[in-house]
């Protein structure tokens, strides 16, 4: 598998999680206060560097073809899922996910809560713990799967580390919901590279020769892409039909 597509597949699905995990954080470190908000960081991040020192060995251990099989069939699983949800979006059967809309819920949310009692704000700190471990699993597991499966999980790593340095410093600038970001289009992008990769890798586990070998990844890339548009394509066509049939 070519290394170029491994770096931006971990980078981009990377950025996707970050982006939602820091809108959490933003939302408690500026309704809550940022002490407690930053420890609930930090113990999920100690949590995740412990899970990941236990499931990347275990993983490397798997034969690969039974690796490539399982591992294949789960991100099939999600990029299917994502590029369900990506595709009903951009037909407009499912409202755009608005990382801003989700900050002030977040923060609202927050101040409900009332005034923290005693040093430790509890509620922010599990806020920005379940945050950023749920969103971190998502990031320990794409980054684990790719680079074992590949044998390049420093590439994958090194994918992950660049997407958390980018919403890092867009977090640290902006100091908001980072609504800039186009998420709907990175989690579109996102799906159709985990469903390429799912069926690539599923299919080799299962035994089958792809031709070109890991070229073929991009062919299987483009089928995905052609075949996501032409259903949202349909999809618009469908939706906005009976409009037209009521004004005619």
Aim: net charge positive.
């Amino acid at each position: 598998m070519s290394g170029v597509f491994l770096f931006i597949s971990s980078f981009l699905a990377s950025t996707v999680e970050m982006v939602e995990a820091l809108t959490i954080v933003l939302a408690a470190g500026v309704t809550r206060g940022w002490r407690s908000s930053l420890i609930g960081v930090g113990v999920a991040l100690v949590a995740l560097a412990l899970i990941c020192g236990v499931l990347g060995p275990a993983l490397t251990a798997i034969p690969i073809n039974v690796l490539r099989l399982v591992v294949g069939g789960l991100l099939l699983i999600f990029g299917l899922q994502w590029l369900r949800k990506a595709i009903l979006r951009a037909s407009g059967y499912k409202a755009l996910h608005d990382e801003a809309a989700i900050y002030q819920r977040q923060a609202e949310a927050a101040r409900a809560q009332g005034a923290a009692a005693g040093g430790m704000d509890w509620y922010a700190f599990t806020l920005c713990f379940k945050g950023v471990l749920l969103e971190g699993l998502e990031v320990a597991f794409i980054v684990v799967t790719f680079g074992a499966t590949a044998h390049q999980v420093g590439l994958a790593a090194l994918g992950a580390v660049a997407a958390l340095i980018l919403v890092l410093a867009v977090g640290v600038v902006v100091h908001a919901p980072l609504s800039k970001v186009p998420e709907n289009t990175l989690k579109f992008a996102v799906g159709l590279l985990l469903t390429s990769f799912g069926t690539f890798w599923s299919a080799e586990g299962a035994g089958a020769n792809w031709p070109g070998s890991d070229a073929a990844i991009i062919g299987v890339l483009i089928f995905y892409i052609l075949i996501s548009f032409a259903l949202v394509q349909a999809l618009i066509r469908h939706r906005t039909m009976p409009a037209r049939a009521v004004a005619a």
